[in-house]
């Protein structure tokens, strides 16, 4: 299927566990962004990637740990899960230039950390 | 300073009647002011943009209205329909990096 896409959807995993989320798009999009969303502080940026094997922090980086070998994955992983990482997590996809300059969002994948 | 304000919060419409929602940013590189439109469930999907050199963008029902001076950017939906009930996002685009700051989100209800 075209277009971007996050697995797992739900994930329920425990405090110290890692876990690791995936994000693929097929648009061979260069830049990817995983974000998180928690009510009331709207979508904080963890990490970014401008291409392949480039990668920089956004916001909120701590406990996230990324990786991007390849153009159109972009793994998110939580080493050690801790409660205040459950959440809503987002990847989202953006072109360089194009007709149309918009981040592209994955459905998402909420995450509890029990 | 990268921050967007958004307010209100929350907003309540009748149906028919018009939806605003306010912005403002502080940093001046900013060059890209995007509004998403979040419905529960799903990811934020792009809804209409602007750029700083135009004052005002009107798409359908949405127009973005740009204030370049105040750095403020504000969001009219016009004829409100129950449909339009979401979850609405500003944002404005860091132009080395494509890095969206966004602000906290209205949660608009259109009631019918």
């Known amino acids: 299927d075209a277009g971007i896409t996050q697995s797992p959807r739900y994930k329920i995993t425990e405090t110290g566990r890692q876990v690791t989320l995936m994000c693929h798009q097929t648009w061979s999009h260069s830049y990817m962004f995983w974000y998180r969303q928690d009510l009331g502080h709207g979508l904080r940026l963890i990490y970014y990637?401008?291409?392949?094997?480039?990668?920089d922090k956004g916001e909120v980086p701590d406990g996230y740990v990324v990786s991007r070998s390849k153009t159109e994955n972009f793994p998110l992983t939580l080493e050690s899960a801790t409660r205040s990482q459950t959440s809503v997590y987002f990847c989202a996809s953006r072109a360089l230039g194009g007709q149309v300059d918009t981040q592209y969002f994955g459905p998402g994948t909420r995450l509890t950390v029990l | 300073q990268q921050q967007v304000k958004q307010s209100p919060q929350s907003l309540i419409v009748q149906k028919g009647g018009i939806s605003i929602i306010n912005c403002a940013y502080e940093?001046?590189?900013?060059?890209?002011f995007p509004w998403y439109q979040q419905f529960p469930g799903k990811g934020p999907a792009l809804l209409i943009a602007?750029?700083?050199d135009v004052s005002e963008k009107k798409e359908g029902r949405f127009t973005i209205s740009f204030n370049k001076s105040a750095k403020q950017f504000s969001l009219h939906i016009m004829d409100s329909q129950p449909g339009d009930s979401a979850t609405y996002f500003c944002a404005a685009e860091v132009a080395s990096n494509y890095q969206l700051i966004w602000g906290a989100g209205t949660k608009l209800i259109i009631k019918p």
């Open positions: 940093n001046t590189a900013f060059d890209y």
């Open positions: 990637s401008a291409a392949a094997d480039i990668t």
């Open positions: 602007i750029r700083p």
